[in-house]
């Protein structure tokens, strides 16, 4: 009697045991088979920042990684509590497994990370905090092809003046400027530069007035990260490109461009996510800056288009051999992020 | 520092200064015949960028730079329309009338400029390149500064006179200061306030398209949200700073813009001062001289009074 009581209790007990064992496990990887993203932007995807992140979204599409049928759907610029509220709807629909906030949004996660445990959200760029957990925190720096364009200012330039002008001085503003003066001191040591903050996103008027005013203390290449080249169309100057190849927009002025790749960081992403889904590996969002370097594809030099031909020859060769370097590591960009000063006399 | 005092930096500042003013200046001619009409229009910011907009659809839709300038001007008429119907017709409080179509004017043009570009490549354009005038441009100095600019800044300065000579020496210009300072004047004689004040206000809202033109078109390759940026109160300002004359309003806008060449100068030079507080020097300056004004003020009587006849 009493046997039978022990291993009806013990059947039961393995019954039991059986069963918690199965809720703690992960529901049995049902391999998921779609990626649906919403995006906020932060300045329009006419814009480099916004709209090279939406090219690699398509190049993605395209790659399909894991067999995944990757969908998205994007904001018109929102910041503040108005992302806030995007972020939380999409949330709250459901229907989104990544929310992708493309500029400083990380005071916005903060509030809804925690009721969201699911949804991987995704903040980019300076002024964020890294918040971990289900928040991972995307860094972009292009300081490495804006040290090769750099060099060929340098080269390139007659009055030995280069100039940049830039919007605020952020910390992934300053590490492209500073590199870019590096990689023109790197082959011209007397050279002397110039930089001006137009303290604005967007005020292509402002930006022109700051970009004649450093022509006319001489510069005669110039980084424009301020989204304007009509004066150095104008005064039929080279002007370098931001974050995209802007090329398109003058094509007789923009002789290269800095690129923003998103692919690498979109995949880590994506591979994050994947793992979570399919093997419960718990998120686990970087608390530090984190970034791919030009080796990796995070960034990219653009091409010369139809100016190739006002580059001489042994310059390009030059140039390109610069970029070698920092391809195969044998050359590191110092990472300056400290505000540029002006040193032009 | 020194370097600032270079010849070929100061003709830069100036020239600067020039360029800086233009749409300013055909702005706030524009506005202060809509303000000497009594109607308060704070929408000089939205009919700015408004203007702004339809130039850059004028530009690269056709191609042609003057054409986009007839866009811009007819962008204002509208908006012009609109103010006019909003604060002689219906009767709105100015200052909500103007807020609430600076905000119009913010949403509706980046919801255009999205139609239009839809997903291709933003179109860019050359715009106007500088026009010397013969014999006076190769004058040293005052050459390169007042006669190597572009054709609309020439224009701008001629609408002071223009402006000044339409308000205090013909009927219509007795006609309009009497809008703002005794509407019922008109009323009595039989002469129609309305139809003053919309021909005042689409006027003047045209002329403030066109400033909005000229800084698409002179100083820009294509269109970004909120393009005019800010540009409508520093209008506002000068208005108020120059006591509603329009030499006032042309000192002060030639300060705003002398003010704001030197401070990018003195940027791009390194000065040793914080750059922000040199982005701040114009805006404040504009406060300082709000104080002042304030005591003598030339504002029309009847600003922003709505006329009923009683």
Not at chain 2, 98 to 110: P, Q
Not at chain 2, 112 to 127: L, N, V
Not at chain 2, 227 to 251: E, M, Q
Request: net charge negative.
């Amino acid at each position: 009697m009493l046997s039978k009581l022990i291993s009806k209790a013990a059947a039961f007990a393995a019954a039991l045991l059986l069963a918690m064992l199965a809720a703690s496990l992960p529901a049995k990887a049902q391999k998921p088979d779609r990626l649906s993203v919403a995006v906020i932007l932060s300045a329009g995807i006419e814009n480099g920042w916004d709209g090279t992140f939406i090219k690699a979204l398509e190049r993605a599409k395209e790659a399909a990684p894991h067999g995944l049928n990757i969908s998205w759907k994007y904001t018109e610029p929102l910041w503040g509590d108005d992302a806030g509220d995007a972020m939380r709807l999409f949330a709250e629909s459901g229907e989104y497994d990544i929310i992708w906030a493309h500029s400083t949004y990380s005071d916005q996660v903060k509030k809804l990370k925690e009721e969201f445990p699911e949804i991987l959200f995704v903040v980019v760029g300076s002024g964020n905090e890294g918040l971990g957990g289900n928040q991972y925190w995307v860094y972009k720096r292009v300081h490495e092809p804006a040290y090769v364009l750099g060099t060929l200012a340098g080269k390139m330039t007659k009055t030995g003046v280069v100039g940049a002008v830039g919007t605020y001085p952020a910390d992934d503003v300053n590490d492209e400027i500073n590199a870019f003066f590096a990689g023109a001191k790197s082959v011209r040591p007397d050279l002397k530069h110039s930089v001006a903050f137009i303290e604005s996103w967007y005020d292509p008027a402002k930006a022109a007035e700051y970009t004649k005013a450093q022509i006319a203390t001489g510069a005669d290449f110039i980084l424009q990260l301020a989204n304007n080249f009509q004066p150095c169309e104008e005064a039929k100057i080279y002007c370098f490109g931001n974050f995209s190849d802007q090329n398109s927009f003058a094509p007789k002025t923009v002789l290269s461009s800095t690129e923003a790749v998103w692919d690498p960081d979109l995949n880590w992403i994506i591979n994050e996510w994947y793992a979570h889904k399919t093997e419960g590996k718990a998120y686990d969002g970087n608390k530090e800056k984190h970034w791919f370097p030009m080796a990796e594809g995070g960034s990219a030099v653009a091409p010369f288009h139809d100016l190739e031909s006002a580059v001489p020859e042994n310059v390009r060769a030059e140039v390109k051999a610069v970029e070698g370097k920092i391809m195969d590591g044998s050359l590191e960009v110092p990472l300056d992020v400290s505000e540029p000063k002006t040193t032009a006399k | 520092m020194s370097q600032l005092f270079q010849e070929a930096i100061l003709i830069s500042i100036l020239a600067s200064t020039l360029r800086i003013m233009t749409p300013l200046l055909f702005s706030a001619m524009g506005e202060l015949v809509t303000q000497r009409a009594g109607i308060w229009n704070m929408g000089v910011e939205g009919t700015m960028l408004m203007g702004a907009f339809a130039a850059y659809i004028g530009v690269t839709a056709s191609g042609s730079l003057w054409l986009a300038v007839l866009a811009g001007v007819l962008a204002g008429v509208l908006m012009g329309v609109v103010i006019a119907f909003m604060t002689a017709t219906m009767r709105v409080d100015h200052f909500i009338a103007g807020l609430g179509l600076n905000l119009l004017a913010s949403g509706l043009t980046l919801y255009w400029f999205q139609s239009y570009i839809k997903r291709r490549e933003q179109p860019t354009f050359s715009g106007f390149q500088n026009w010397p005038i013969p014999g006076l441009a190769d004058i040293p100095f005052i050459g390169e500064v007042l006669f190597s600019q572009r054709l609309l800044t020439y224009l701008a300065l001629l609408c002071v006179p223009a402006i000044w000579f339409l308000l205090y020496r013909t009927r219509y210009g007795l006609e309009l200061r009497c809008l703002g300072e005794n509407p019922k004047a008109l009323d009595v004689k039989g002469l129609s306030v309305p139809a003053r004040q919309y021909a005042a206000v689409i006027f003047g809202s045209a002329m403030t398209a066109l400033g909005g033109s000229f800084l698409m078109l002179g100083f820009s390759d294509r269109f970004l949200a909120d393009f005019s940026a800010g540009r409508g109160w520093i209008v506002i300002v000068a208005l108020i700073a120059g006591n509603w004359a329009p030499k006032g309003v042309l000192v002060a806008i030639v300060a705003f813009a002398f003010l704001e060449a030197l401070a990018t100068h003195m940027q791009v030079l390194g000065a040793p001062v914080p750059h922000q507080l040199l982005l701040a020097l114009p805006y404040l300056a504009s406060i300082v001289i709000l104080m002042f004004v304030r005591f003598r003020s030339g504002q029309p009587a009847r600003l922003g009074v709505a006329y009923m006849r009683e």
